[in-house]
């Protein structure tokens, strides 16, 4: 994902023969979850986005970074580093429990928190380009962001209110917005971004939709359901381009459509927190949980915590040989590995694991912890499918006139 951030950097910051930055747009739109092989595939109806790729340029795939789910991929893209200096490991923050305590995830935490390096909205900003968001991630109350309707909009934010008055969505909508089922949140941030096309028209607007990557958890990659939503975030893609026509500026726009992440099909998933249980590391009564180790799922890979107070060593000796026996578990690695990897090291930061898991081909994790070690998803459930490090789509579009930087 670095080549794409260059990409980014350099259609959105550097000045074109004839078209001022400051006169130009570049759209980044983000379809969650939408791998690669969905293009590939001649007979799957995205005419808008085949339209995309024969006026532009396509890659053949994105490679993903770890830990390979929505937020830190997103990270990625818009800073062109891997989790390792972004710093965002989770779709949050992880927050530790305290000594006994399970750690979890925060999402609703400001980009301050999350991000550590400079983004290229934070770069825009500085050249004096405005700058929007819709749906993004990392990115609540990024003070460098011009014009924003997040995945949780503020009542009292201006677009949310402006988006009121002008009769897109109810007042009491965007109060309950997260309520509501994501094909209609997805079809509302889709109007929310032509809204700012046509009304605002920023520099730079990052747009991401989800319900393909609801979809293809709740009912599997490669099914009727999947291409449903694939072909109907096509038909979103199609709203935005009509909104640059209808705002006069297609011409000067530059559009990249791209993935965080693609999906395998699993058919078990492994439980690390039952196996832990069963050792005695982790303890469960009256809906409270005690334990020295908690383990915390992110798709084919798990992130393992000591959380006992004390000497970790023992303990990881100990996490290793329980997890090492079990044979859907296809690696252990441990501190040492992590640069590689691309992950942080835990001393720099402090939501890095103390271990973390990769699961065999067909295996995701999970984070309960009753039962047997391992589950089978049913047809409908939420793991019957999860995202792994399967190739993500990038499609390109430049502006009729080129960008001379
Ligand atoms: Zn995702």
Aim: proline residues 7%; aromatic residues 6%; hydrophobic residues 45%.
């Amino acid at each position: 994902m670095r080549p794409l951030l260059s990409l980014l950097l350099a259609a959105v910051l550097c000045s074109a023969d004839s078209i001022p930055a400051k006169d130009r747009i570049l759209l980044l739109i983000s379809l969650d979850g939408f791998g690669a092989d969905v293009l590939a595939d001649p007979h799957m109806p995205v005419p808008n986005l085949r339209r995309l790729a024969s006026e532009g340029a396509v890659a053949s795939r994105m490679t993903t970074s770890n830990p390979t789910v929505t937020w830190p991929n997103h990270t990625t893209m818009v800073t062109g580093v891997y989790a390792a200096e972004h710093g965002v490991l989770y779709n949050g923050l992880l927050v530790r429990g305290g000594p006994g305590k399970p750690v979890h995830v925060e999402p609703w935490r400001d980009k301050s928190e999350l991000v550590r390096v400079p983004t290229i909205y934070d770069l825009a900003h500085q050249a004096g380009l405005t700058t929007a968001e819709v749906d993004w991630v990392a990115i609540q109350n990024a003070p460098t962001i011009t014009w924003s309707f997040a995945e949780r909009p503020d009542p009292k934010a201006r677009i949310p209110r402006e988006l009121v008055e002008a009769g897109v969505i109810s007042a009491p909508d965007v109060a309950a917005f997260h309520k509501h089922p994501i094909t209609w949140r997805d079809q509302i941030w889709t109007q929310a971004a032509s809204y700012m096309i046509e009304k605002h028209r920023p520099n730079l607007l990052l747009f991401h939709l989800l319900n393909t990557d609801t979809v293809q958890h709740r009912y599997g990659p490669r099914t009727l359901a999947a291409a449903s939503a694939l072909s109907l975030a096509d038909a979103r893609v199609g709203d935005l381009l009509r909104a640059l026509e209808r705002a006069g500026i297609l011409d000067r726009a530059t559009i990249f459509v791209v993935a965080d992440h693609g999906f395998k099909q699993v058919t078990h998933n492994i439980k690390p927190n039952a196996l832990l249980r069963r050792e005695g590391l982790l303890r469960a009564a009256g809906g409270e949980i005690h334990c020295d180790a908690y383990v915390v799922p992110e798709g084919g890979t798990a992130m393992v915590y000591v959380t006992a107070a004390g000497g970790k060593a023992p303990l990881l000796r100990k996490l290793k040989e329980i997890f090492g026996r079990l044979e859907a578990v296809a690696g252990i690695f441990e501190p040492k590995d992590y640069e590689a990897m691309g992950f942080p090291d835990p001393v720099r930061n402090g939501q890095m694991a103390d271990l973390v898991l990769a699961a065999k081909a067909g295996y995701s994790f999970t984070a309960a912890h009753d039962g047997m070690r391992y589950s089978s998803p049913g047809a409908t459930a939420s793991g019957a499918a999860r995202a792994w490090t399967a190739p993500a789509t990038s499609i390109s579009r430049p502006p009729s006139r080129g960008c001379s930087a």
